[in-house]
């Protein structure tokens, strides 16, 4: 009998398959935003790759969208991105910005 893969472990498995990444986060942010408990549906990505070396921002993101587009196109409302090179990351000494507060919807009216 198979297991049924939460959303986070499917993005983990698809791009850890797809980039072979040297550091990998992937972090639900769902309860930061005015979505039922449990949800599954914003997350922040920050992938160290050798991949992105020779890719621009945009050619980076894309990248990412593309192995996980059918997860965008089913489930995932939001995603934060922070693509790396090994280099970069060792440059900014292993951290990347924190996510803003969620200021929309019906928490933005409370």
């Known amino acids: ?15 850890t398959d797809a980039l ?3 550091h ?3 972090i639900n ?7 039922a408990e449990g949800s599954e549906s914003h997350f922040k990505l920050i992938i160290v790759a050798g991949r992105f070396q ?5 050619g980076r993101h894309q990248l990412v969208n593309s192995i996980l587009a059918h997860e965008l196109k089913d489930g ?16 900014r000494g292993g951290e990347t ?8 919807g ?4 409370n």
Not at 106 to 109: I, L, P, Y
Request: hydrophobic fraction near 40%.
């Open 1 to 15: 009998m198979s297991q049924i893969m939460t959303m986070q472990q499917t993005i983990e498995a698809k791009l």
């Open 20 to 22: 072979a990444p040297d």
């Open 24 to 26: 990998l986060e992937v």
């Open 29 to 35: 942010e769902s309860h930061m935003h005015n979505v």
């Open 54 to 58: 020779d890719l621009n921002l945009i």
């Open 76 to 91: 995932i409302h939001a995603l934060s991105l922070r693509t790396l090179t090994p280099e970069e990351w060792t440059d």
């Open 97 to 104: 910005t924190a996510s803003p507060p969620c200021l929309g």
């Open 106 to 109: 019906a928490k933005a009216e």
